[in-house]
């Protein structure tokens, strides 16, 4: 199994993360809000922090979630030439597990032995309750990125078991939620789902939360992983003529899908659920001729949208590092750079696992504009609340615009708590 993500096939992310040193001037200012310290005369002396990341870097779902881990190396890339934290660097031994279940078990077993303090990242859905069985083990805290987190990581608290991404159950209730605001008449609502349990599970909780609020019908369509053809999935949408289409797909999926939506008979709502999916990818699946009406939403902000310290301190980077748009991914992935270097710096003398465990459960930090509320994790809940957006695509300006304000959901689903 190749040891660095730096050895994995070249992407434009990947590209962006090895020139991390252009953001140098972008971090200053980030670091200076994020509430620890860094001590650059004393950095070399001091043992690194040692963290592992799990990362579908040349598999099926590459194109979803390896981009916010190339955002997150830029953070800690840029992080680690300012000094660090409390002096310390901040090591990643970075696995491409290719959302494969035994090799993440594997990996979890070899960055053990490698004395880590805690992994990041995960690859697909269908790899998390395997990776924190064996974490748990192994006595190492995990903390899942974005794009997406299963229900393990919510209250009742699991040790060792966090997650700052999008957790799919309740993304899947705020996907209910905005499908009757897209539709205020809609009685009928189909859901695509790749087979993997997190997929299925967030098309049952839209379905679930549709029903809850007046539609009659909803039904779930289903793909494997590595599907790219959906031809036959369009032709029953187009018979079935729901009022709007929802999904829990990756970025390859959506950019399969999508085409074929946009120029069938269906002529109804399409509301994509952004697990990392980007706003390029819909706009260039969606034909200007198109009937389709497309929305998006997600925890993160993405395109032209939000302000704030951190949305400018990404912005500075993007541009430095010539990354044309900002896209969730990147939002994500600086915001698991942030969580990460909060927690370590209340991690003060050796900080082993338990120690790091023990600094996650205190991390609270102002998401800066990424994103609709504070990053809040504590003993009792691992998650703490989240936010999400509704953005439309206009198909004559070609570009997503937002839609009221952000909706906050708490990590009990409570939708507004």
Same mark, same amino acid.
């Given at each position: 199994?190749?040891?660095?993500?730096? %050895?994995?096939?070249?992407?434009?992310?990947?590209?962006?993360?090895?020139?991390?040193?252009?953001?140098?001037?972008?971090?200053?200012?980030?670091?200076?809000?994020?509430?620890?310290?860094?001590?650059?005369?004393?950095?070399?002396?001091?043992?690194?922090?040692?963290?592992?990341?799990?990362?579908?870097?040349?598999?099926?779902?590459?194109?979803?979630?390896?981009?916010?881990?190339?955002?997150?190396?830029?953070?800690?890339?840029? @992080? !680690?030439?300012?000094?660090?934290?409390?002096? *310390?660097?901040?090591?990643?031994?970075? /696995?491409?597990?290719?959302?494969?279940?035994?090799?993440?078990?594997?990996?979890?077993?070899?960055?053990?032995?490698?004395?880590?303090?805690?992994?990041?990242?995960?690859?697909?859905? !269908?790899?998390?309750?395997?990776?924190?069985?064996?974490?748990?083990?192994?006595? @190492?805290?995990?903390?899942?990125?974005?794009?997406?987190?299963?229900?393990?990581?919510?209250?009742?608290?699991?040790?060792?078991?966090?997650?700052?991404?999008?957790?799919?159950?309740?993304?899947?209730?705020?996907?209910?939620?905005?499908? /009757?605001?897209?539709?205020?008449?809609?009685?009928?609502?189909?859901?695509?789902?790749?087979?993997?349990?997190?997929?299925?599970?967030?098309?049952? *909780?839209? !379905?679930?939360?549709?029903?809850?609020?007046?539609?009659?019908?909803?039904?779930?369509?289903?793909?494997?992983?590595?599907?790219?053809?959906?031809?036959?999935?369009?032709?029953?949408?187009?018979?079935?003529?729901?009022?709007?289409?929802?999904?829990?797909?990756?970025?390859?999926?959506?950019?399969?899908?999508?085409?074929?939506?946009?120029?069938?008979?269906?002529?109804?709502?399409?509301?994509?659920?952004?697990?990392?999916?980007?706003?390029?990818?819909? %706009?260039?699946?969606?034909?200007?001729?198109?009937?389709?009406?497309?929305?998006?939403?997600? /925890?993160?902000?993405?395109?032209?949208?939000?302000?704030?310290?951190?949305?400018?301190?990404? %912005?500075?980077?993007?541009?430095?590092?010539? +990354?044309?748009?900002?896209?969730?991914?990147?939002?994500?992935?600086?915001?698991?750079?942030? +969580?990460?270097?909060?927690?370590?710096? /209340?991690?003060?003398?050796?900080?082993?696992?338990?120690?790091?465990?023990?600094?996650?459960?205190?991390?609270?930090?102002?998401?800066?504009?990424?994103?609709?509320? %504070?990053?809040?994790?504590?003993?009792?809940?691992?998650?703490?609340?989240?936010?999400?957006?509704?953005?439309?695509?206009?198909?004559?300006? *070609?570009?997503?615009?937002?839609?009221?304000?952000? @909706?906050?959901?708490?990590?009990?689903?409570?939708?507004?708590?």
């Amino acid at each position: 199994m190749q040891r660095m993500l730096s %050895r994995l096939r070249t992407t434009p992310l990947a590209a962006v993360a090895r020139r991390a040193a252009l953001v140098g001037s972008a971090l200053a200012a980030a670091c200076a809000l994020g509430g620890f310290s860094t001590v650059a005369s004393a950095a070399e002396a001091a043992a690194p922090y040692r963290l592992g990341y799990l990362v579908d870097g040349s598999g099926p779902q590459q194109t979803t979630i390896k981009p916010a881990y190339d955002a997150f190396r830029v953070y800690i890339d840029a @992080l !680690n030439k300012r000094g660090g934290v409390n002096g *310390r660097q901040v090591e990643i031994l970075s /696995r491409d597990v290719r959302s494969d279940t035994q090799r993440s078990l594997d990996a979890v077993q070899e960055l053990s032995r490698e004395k880590v303090i805690g992994l990041l990242g995960l690859a697909a859905t !269908n790899t998390h309750a395997s990776v924190y069985t064996a974490a748990r083990r192994a006595n @190492l805290p995990v903390l899942a990125g974005y794009p997406v987190n299963i229900p393990l990581v919510l209250p009742p608290a699991r040790p060792g078991a966090f997650g700052v991404g999008q957790e799919l159950s309740l993304a899947g209730t705020i996907g209910g939620h905005f499908a /009757r605001q897209v539709s205020p008449k809609g009685k009928s609502t189909v859901c695509v789902a790749f087979e993997v349990p997190g997929s299925i599970l967030s098309c049952e *909780r839209i !379905n679930q939360q549709a029903k809850a609020l007046g539609f009659e019908k909803a039904t779930i369509l289903t793909v494997p992983i590595t599907q790219r053809d959906f031809r036959a999935i369009v032709d029953k949408i187009v018979a079935e003529r729901p009022d709007v289409v929802t999904d829990c797909l990756g970025q390859g999926h959506v950019a399969a899908l999508l085409p074929v939506l946009a120029t069938s008979a269906y002529g109804g709502i399409f509301l994509s659920m952004d697990t990392g999916v980007d706003n390029a990818t819909l %706009r260039d699946a969606t034909p200007a001729q198109s009937k389709l009406t497309v929305y998006s939403y997600g /925890r993160f902000i993405s395109g032209d949208d939000g302000s704030g310290a951190q949305v400018a301190a990404l %912005r500075d980077a993007l541009k430095a590092a010539k +990354v044309p748009e900002l896209t969730s991914s990147w939002a994500g992935g600086w915001t698991l750079g942030r +969580v990460v270097a909060d927690a370590l710096g /209340r991690c003060t003398g050796e900080c082993g696992p338990a120690d790091f465990q023990k600094a996650l459960e205190h991390v609270d930090i102002d998401a800066g504009g990424l994103t609709g509320t %504070r990053i809040q994790l504590t003993q009792q809940d691992h998650y703490g609340p989240s936010a999400y957006r509704l953005y439309r695509f206009d198909n004559r300006t *070609r570009a997503f615009a937002p839609v009221g304000d952000w @909706l906050r959901i708490s990590s009990a689903g409570r939708i507004g708590g």
